[in-house]
């Protein structure tokens, strides 16, 4: 457990946010709690994707990392450096997940998850880019949603979040030829799960419907009947 937190900065120093995860580990050891918001915010968003791989649900995600994050603060005197800070959290996670869903099949006897999906900030101004970019996010995120939870979690901590095979398997307690195996599966179940649903309906993408339609043939026919004036 870290030493006895001293007096709490309200600000963190602005160079605090390039230390080494290391040097920021100890300095909150030495009891600058308000240090272990660097950590958070490094590695919030890898945290959430490895807890939602395995949870299937958004909210129990969010819970799951918070727990992690209270969790790795009370051991941080365990925390050795032999691995990757980022590799030693990710598992606490991992771990609390992994026993969060234990104890839900446990109390209900069914594996039921629930899929959420993120409310995030539109990146793209144009409507139907963003519209576009929305339906296809959502695509990918049921299919990977319906990968088993052997895969599912592979495939999140290495394609997503791009760890590599190596700290993949440290994270999941496999080894890295298991991770290379499973995340071979999943990709290919994935292309058949996107193609089930998307080929069936092939024929209504890119329509070209709507005030789209209205506009383009009110622009054309103006010009025909210009057109026709002149001749």
């Known amino acids: 457990m870290p030493s006895k937190p001293g007096k709490q900065e309200e600000m963190l120093p602005a160079d605090t946010g390039l230390m080494p995860d290391g040097e920021v580990v100890e300095r909150v050891r030495d009891g600058e709690t308000a240090l272990f918001e660097i950590l958070m915010r490094r590695y919030n968003q890898l945290l ?20 992690a994050y209270v969790r790795a603060y009370l051991h941080l005197d365990q925390y050795e450096g032999r691995a990757k800070f980022s590799t030693w959290l990710t598992k606490i996670a991992v771990n609390e997940a992994l026993a969060r869903r234990r104890e839900r099949s446990r109390l209900v006897g069914v594996d039921s998850m629930t899929r959420a999906d993120d409310n995030r900030a539109p990146e793209a101004t144009d409507p139907e880019r963003e519209t576009l970019r929305r339906v296809v996010g959502m695509v990918l995120e049921a299919a990977v949603d ?83 004036a002149r001749g």
């Open 48 to 67: 959430y994707r490895a807890a939602r791989a395995i949870t299937g649900n958004a909210h129990e995600a969010e819970d799951v990392v918070q727990e």
């Open 146 to 228: 319906a990968l088993p939870i052997t895969y599912r979690s592979v495939f999140v901590l290495r394609a997503v979040e791009g760890m590599s095979t190596a700290d993949t398997a440290e994270c999941l307690g496999l080894s890295e030829e298991a991770v290379k195996v499973r995340l071979h599966r999943a990709r290919a179940m994935l292309r058949k799960d996107i193609y089930a649903r998307t080929g069936a309906d092939t024929a209504s993408a890119f329509q070209f419907l709507g005030p789209r339609c209205d506009r383009l043939t009110a622009a054309v026919m103006e010009r025909v009947y210009a057109l026709r």
